[in-house]
């Protein structure tokens, strides 16, 4: 079992930012994997952002491109979520969910382990 928490959610104005933080209670052995994901109101959940843990390569979803940037601390076990450039369209909770895989990491199926989510609100 991997326990999975996010922090750092708040209210910001448009065009303002945030960092969210995920610290996993450990990393699985072979390939481990973290992503963010997010689910407005009314909405499906949709894939924000992911990284392998070995090469830190990252993924995002097209909208965030540019704006919002993923990163890693292997030796805490923490991803980050910057988020520049907020608008209100990204308002949502926002969940962080860990997978034993390097592969498909823009679908949900794919992450084992989950978080309970952390309220984005961007207001205009």
């Known amino acids: 079992q991997v326990d999975v928490v996010e922090s750092g959610g708040g209210a910001v104005q448009t065009g303002g930012s945030l960092t969210l933080s995920c610290t996993a209670s450990?990393?699985?052995?072979?390939?481990?994997?973290m992503g963010w994901f997010r689910q407005a109101p009314g909405k499906e959940r949709q894939f924000v952002a992911a990284?392998?843990?070995?090469?830190?390569?990252?993924y995002y979803e097209d909208s965030v491109k540019g704006r919002f940037t993923i990163s890693r601390d292997v030796a805490k076990n923490t991803v980050y979520l910057k988020m520049n450039d907020l608008r209100p369209e990204d308002t949502a909770i926002y969940f962080c969910?860990?997978?034993?895989?390097?592969?498909?990491?823009?679908?949900?199926?794919?992450?084992?382990?989950w978080g309970q989510g952390t309220q984005v609100t961007v207001s205009s």
């Open positions: 450990r990393r699985t052995y072979g390939n481990f994997a």
């Open positions: 969910a860990a997978a034993s895989t390097n592969l498909e990491l823009r679908l949900e199926a794919t992450y084992h382990y």
């Open positions: 990284i392998t843990w070995n090469l830190g390569v990252n």
